[in-house]
């Protein structure tokens, strides 16, 4: 699986993006997919993900109510919707895929991962 992130930007405090990542390779609904973050100085850390069948979520607490994950299965697609952005959201975001339909929270648990895309909120 080949993923491919994309959407990242510069936006101001307030502000919103969608980031998109694509994936290649068949039977894309039996896998979870997940968004990490990683802001300089400080450890990648899980934002979202959602399983490959029923669509279950899973979100850190400090993206709850401002953050969206959804997935077009049948684009090979993941989205993570972000609303009501803040400057410490600012970090690069990674997309990640795992072999298995469900939710992983952790980075270990993840077989494949995109390249990032930085995110810049301004104050």
């Known amino acids: 699986v080949q993923l491919q992130a994309s959407g990242g930007g510069l936006v101001q405090a307030g502000g919103s993006l969608r980031l998109s990542c694509a994936a290649s390779g068949p039977t894309f609904s039996s896998y979870g997919m997940g968004w990490f973050r990683q802001a300089p100085g400080k450890d990648r850390e899980s934002v979202a993900a959602?399983?490959?069948?029923?669509?279950?979520?899973y979100y850190r607490g400090a993206v709850k109510g401002r953050f969206t994950i959804s997935r077009d299965n049948a684009k090979n697609t993941v989205y993570l919707r972000m609303t009501s952005l803040k400057p410490e959201d600012t970090a690069v975001y990674y997309c990640a895929a795992v072999a298995a339909d469900g939710i992983v929270v952790f980075s270990a648990g993840y077989n494949y991962w995109g390249q990032g895309t930085q995110v810049t909120v301004s104050s």
């Open positions: 959602i399983s490959g069948s029923d669509f279950s979520t």
